[in-house]
């Protein structure tokens, strides 16, 4: 099936090159075999074909119904190859300029996504929306706070921009923050997020019981109880939450008290990696097959999530690539960095056994004052099987202490430092 759908993407690339109507016919027939990608393209055909009110209309259609599906596509490999013809094709940067901006964050082109999510965001004209997505890109690369100024002037009507205000303001102002969620919950009083996020904006020691009276308030689902459980074990031990979910690293990074090797274990395009190069890290190495997903992650994401396409990535000068699978890279280069100690390991490549595989090479480099930080640690669907339990695994068996330095506030990360090895 994926032959068959590359197959029509490239006939209606060709196509489209010279004008060929019959790019319309292979939409046709995509649209039955692969209906997201076929219904984006459609846009891009009808208005290289010169009908820009069908144009309009399909965008309009994948505006209202196919985005949200395409964004969960973007990384199977077919969504990948799709992207690729969107982006040479092009015309959707006018026309449905939201989808253009999340299609380049798709294929791992932040900082142009990122300036075309805030074009948009700060158009006079602009939606809420628009505002609220170009917050999101601006947390995902750790700089929220440029997004303040339009998110501010939408937290009155925009449930959405409240929520990433409350996000963005909990770093520096618990208030505004705390008035913020307060306000995306008056709005929209079905977002539980945002109750959570209220309850960390008390004060460390009122925040348990707060988030225990939380428990008959929200929803029922996994979701809402999960990310509560992490809630309350983040509570429990008493670390702080930090908004902007990127800045743990950052906060990782920052409290590193020792010298030595930067690895990141689980790279995709690279975005974190060139997070900390960009924080002033002169040397990292990024560990990562490129294929994706090994294995299906407990319900999560499919094996071959997050591939590139095999591509490597662009990344920064500062930053050396191993391409292969864990089992074939990480050993290789503990043993020949046998004398190096280790200043802080980014564990994102979300499965338990990856993370074990992880934990077997590089653990053994861990000193006191290592940072360790995870990227799916705890509060959602269970997290308790994945990188949490390999980490409680290795530490107990190997008699790492540790203490929590931050817990991302409404996403899945923490980071904790080395207290301790057993000699
Ligand atoms: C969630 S992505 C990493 C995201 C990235 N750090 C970022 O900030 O965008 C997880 C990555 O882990 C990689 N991965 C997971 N298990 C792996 C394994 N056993 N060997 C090699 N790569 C693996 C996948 O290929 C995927 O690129």
């Known amino acids: 099936m994926q032959q068959y759908t590359d197959q029509l993407v490239e006939s209606i690339r060709q196509r489209l090159a010279v004008g060929d109507k019959r790019a319309r016919e292979d939409c046709a027939t995509l649209i039955k075999a692969a209906p997201d990608v076929g219904v984006m393209l459609l846009a891009v055909v009808e208005e290289r074909l010169g009908d820009f009110d069908a144009a309009r209309q399909a965008a309009q259609k994948v505006e209202e119904h196919q985005l949200q599906t395409a964004m969960e596509l973007y990384s ?5 190859q799709a992207m690729h013809a969107l982006m040479e094709v092009g015309a959707r940067r006018q026309k449905i300029p939201l989808a253009w901006a999340q299609s380049l964050w798709g294929v791992g082109r932040y900082e142009q996504s990122y300036a075309a999510f805030e074009a948009e965001a700060t158009r006079s004209s602009s939606s809420a929306e628009a505002v609220a997505r170009f917050a999101q890109s601006a947390i995902m690369l750790g700089r929220g706070e440029l997004a303040l ?11 959405g921009c409240a929520l990433q205000g409350g996000l963005i303001w909990y770093d520096q102002d618990q208030e505004r923050s705390a008035y913020c969620f307060r306000r995306a919950r008056a709005l929209e009083p079905g977002i539980w997020q945002a109750l959570i996020g209220e309850a960390a904006c008390q004060p460390k020691e009122q925040r348990l019981d707060r988030l225990q009276a939380l428990a008959g308030q929200l929803p029922e689902g996994d979701r809402a109880a999960a990310m509560l459980a992490g809630h309350m074990y983040a509570a429990e031990h008493q670390a702080p939450f930090i908004g902007q979910s990127p800045l743990v690293l950052k906060a990782g990074l920052d409290s590193a008290s020792t010298d030595g090797l930067v690895l990141e274990c689980g790279v995709y395009f690279g975005r974190t990696l060139n997070l900390m190069a960009q924080w002033g890290v002169e040397a990292a190495h990024g560990f990562d097959c490129f294929e994706g997903l090994p294995a299906d992650w407990n ?3 499919a ?3 997050y591939s590139t396409g095999g591509y490597l990535p662009v ?4 930053v050396q690539l191993h391409r292969g699978l864990f089992e074939h890279t990480l050993q290789g280069f503990a043993d020949e960095h046998q004398q190096s100690q280790i200043r802080l390991l980014h564990v994102d490549c979300d499965l338990y056994t990856s993370a074990t595989e992880v934990l077997k090479a590089f653990g053994p480099m861990l000193q006191s004052g290592s940072i360790v930080v995870h990227d799916d640690y705890c509060g959602y ?9 390999a980490w409680q ?3 107990g068996d190997a008699g790492v202490a540790y203490d929590y330095l931050g817990f991302g506030l409404l996403g899945r990360e923490a980071a904790v430092r080395v207290r301790s090895v057993q000699s």
């Open 315 to 318: 990344v920064s000068e500062s």
């Open 299 to 301: 319900g999560q994401e």
């Open 149 to 159: 100024p339009v998110i501010d002037q939408r937290v009155e009507q925009h449930s």
């Open 76 to 80: 199977s490999a077919r969504c990948f």
């Open 381 to 389: 669907p269970g997290w308790q099987g994945d990188e949490f339990r």
């Open 393 to 395: 695994e290795f530490t």
């Open 303 to 305: 094996s071959g999530a």
